[in-house]
């Protein structure tokens, strides 16, 4: 066997990542926090706060309501900044609501404009399959749950009966237990090749993978920027339409920020020619100027670079887990192959839940998700080498010192 990794290859590695300048524009509150949950909650920006107060202080408090004038087009210009990181172009996409909400716009369009059953399958996110359900029940329609393996995801093989005569097919582009990352064009042309409209989840994707929404035909997508965009706790969603359908959908939460002359106030709706159509109502604009900050370092650093360095994270965290952790009852759920996972490793232990308590003590923050998986998220702009070793080195202490509780999973606690 080859040498084991040593604390010092992490820091060596650390000093030459290209990315590592990117920590800095951050804060740090806490130097020797190891910060594994990226993927759901990202750390602040500093240029976030700084757009948050900018939009406070001088847009709100000082320029009142006048401060429409540029308020009115940032959720558009926002989707803009955003369109190249998804592979989509400028028009394309729009930052509005939660992800739920736009999953249920864009699902409901899609539905409205074709017959056929709602397929998605049992590895996406379960906010994904209430809503995707009630699509189905709201339009009378078949809901397919299709049982994949959790541990991995949905493939052409697994789904490759269910399409047929479907409306609607939607999943996530990585899967939020496993970190199994499906096949974006192949599973976009099989949903074509039943006749179906394709909808996307970018939600764990979106910033760390290249997403290639153009070349892979995909008709809908949808996805958070709180999680690797770093935009912030409930930091407003985006959704994205192909241009070509967007004059052929009609999303049904129809309000006056989707009109087409929405100062006009007439009584009748006319949904706007473009992707302004998909939103509703008045975002949210100081958690718009975080989340455009976040996106725009994301540009910035660009997502070839983050995708990078985040195989890296995950290839190192996978080596050491043979290394340190592979007598202790781990197993890895997570694809082997590179680029057949997102940028999370998840680890199922059966004392999972008492694991990742004991490492919260120890200052490493990972994440839980019952019954048994512990999520180690890595997130390139942030995530340093020397985290990655860190956080393998104390879950193997944890479980060698038997420092731990036997505890149930408390799922009311978020982890
Ligand atoms: C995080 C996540 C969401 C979040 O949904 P919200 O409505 O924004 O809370 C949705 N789908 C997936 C796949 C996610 O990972």
Redesign the pocket.
Known sequence: MANPLRRSDAEALDATDPLAAYRERFVITDPDLVYMDGNSLGMAPQAALDAVTRAAATDWAAGLVRSWHHWLDLAVSTGDVLAPLIGASPGEVVLTD????NLYKLASAAVAARDGAVVTDTS??P??IYVLRSVASHHGREFRLVDTDHDTGPTPENMGLHVTGAALVSL?HVA?KSGFRADLTALTELAHGGGALMLW?L??SAGVLPVRLDTSGADLAVG?TY?YLNGGPGSP?FLYVRRDLQQHLEQPIQGWFGHADQFAFEADYRPAPDIRRFATGTPAILSLAAARAGIELTAEATVDAIHDKARRLTTMFITLCGEQLGDLGFDIVTPRGPFARGAHVTLRHAAGYGIARALIDRNVVPDFRAPDLIRFGMSPLTTRYADVWEAAARCAAVVESGGFAPEEPDTSRVT
């Open positions: 939660q992800t739920s909400i996406n996110f906010s994904d996530s939020f989840d939600s764990h958070c999680k969603a």
